[in-house]
Nanobody
Framework: QVQLVESGGGLVQAGGSLRLSCVAS????????MGWYRRTPEKQRELVAT???????NYADSVKGRFTISRENAKKMVYLVMNSLKPEDTAIYYC????????????????WGQGTQVTVSS
């Protein structure tokens, strides 16, 4: 089965940096867009950044200039480098992928990881 697994979360001070990683595994024919979303108990899940298969990136206004999303297609991985972290960045960060499986069917499907906690202290 297809799985997404995040890593790299942790506790950092305001102004610090973290790099999140996500790897996709299983029977995958093609990965389209990948992205990062975040959620807190008080807020709905929000888009942080997305990246297309050829590297085109989009960012939420709140993270522009501070976060960078990238991917390595051969490794089926996506990264999020987070700089100048703020307490308001504290959230569970989820990896997302829109992909076509290598078996079962060939329609686009959306997959989510289990999330990784990012906590920024002031």
């Amino acid at each position: 089965q297809v799985q997404l697994v995040e890593s790299g979360g942790g506790l950092v001070q305001a102004g610090g940096s973290l790099r999140l990683s996500c790897v996709a595994s299983g029977s995958i024919f093609r990965i389209n867009a990948m992205g990062w979303y975040r959620r807190t108990p008080e807020k709905q899940r929000e888009l942080v950044a997305t990246v297309t298969s050829d590297g085109g990136a989009n960012y939420a206004d709140s993270v522009k200039g501070r976060f960078t999303i990238s991917r390595e297609n051969a490794k089926k991985m996506v990264y999020l480098v987070m700089n100048s972290l703020k307490p308001e960045d504290t959230a569970i960060y989820y990896c997302n992928a829109d992909l076509v499986r290598g078996q079962g069917d060939f329609r686009n499907r959306n997959y989510w990881g289990q999330g990784t906690q990012v906590t920024v202290s002031s």
